[in-house]
């Protein structure tokens, strides 16, 4: 059984802060692919970054930056410089196939940016 | 990137009867749809798979009876609620497995039910 954790329920930071939303997660698979996905107030969500498990390279987009580690079991997800817009719910997920089916969602990080 | 949509984007109904969402992907083809269901401040939780042209692969615990998904054809998937209550009171959201590339999931903007 897979499982993924978000143990960060809400973020309050202030703009221009840095702020690192954390995951951890659980499966018995060698090969699975680690998700996260944004959700506005508007409620769709909005696809950020897909990584599989024999990449543990991180990656930087923009403010945007991951760290994945197998050997936490983490993909961690940090944002530089917050700004108002990225006020949103984010979503760690995981997926044991290559096509994204059967995805298991985390709690959930509620991300709150004040001006 | 890819596009989906669903209508209504908000629906009351009264306890009792029936709704139907649609989803459709607009700029791809969508062999498989996924539904969730998400309520107030909790996560996404899959209900069911929708592939076309065959019957739909539901979750444990969830109703087939209650909840009929029809994927009729490659762009439309449709969730019908049937005999609503109250406790089906709840934000549904739909996605479409991108044909290729990085397999991802698109979603569509979801569909919030109030059943009165």
């Known amino acids: 059984a897979q499982k993924v954790t978000q143990a960060q329920t809400e973020i309050s930071v202030v703009e221009k802060e840095d702020v690192t939303l954390d995951c951890v997660y659980e499966t018995r698979d060698t090969t699975y692919y680690l998700f996260w996905y944004k959700q506005p107030p508007s409620g769709e969500l909005v696809f950020l970054i897909r990584?599989?498990?024999?990449?543990?390279q991180n990656e930087i987009s923009g403010r945007y930056s991951w760290n994945f580690q197998k050997s936490t079991s983490s993909f961690n997800f940090t944002i530089t410089a917050s700004q108002v817009v990225d006020s949103a719910v984010y979503f760690c997920?995981?997926?044991?196939?290559?096509?994204?089916?059967?995805?298991?969602f985390g709690g959930g990080t509620r991300l709150m940016v004040k001006p | 990137g890819a596009v989906v949509s669903q209508h209504p984007s908000r629906v009351i109904c009264k306890s009792g009867t029936s709704v139907k969402i649609e989803c459709r992907s607009l700029d791809f083809q969508a062999t498989t749809m996924f539904w969730y269901r998400q309520f107030p401040k909790q996560s996404l939780m899959l209900m069911a798979t929708s592939n076309e042209g065959s019957k739909a692969t539901y979750e444990q615990g969830v109703e087939k009876d209650k909840f009929l998904i029809n994927h009729a054809s490659l762009t439309l998937s449709t969730l019908t609620v049937t005999s609503a209550h109250p406790e089906d009171s709840s934000f549904y959201i739909c996605s479409a497995r991108a044909p290729v590339g990085l397999g991802e999931q698109y979603f569509g903007p979801g569909t919030r039910l109030t059943v009165t």
């Open positions: 997920a995981l997926s044991e196939d290559n096509a994204g089916n059967m995805l298991t």
């Open positions: 990584r599989n498990s024999f990449d543990e």
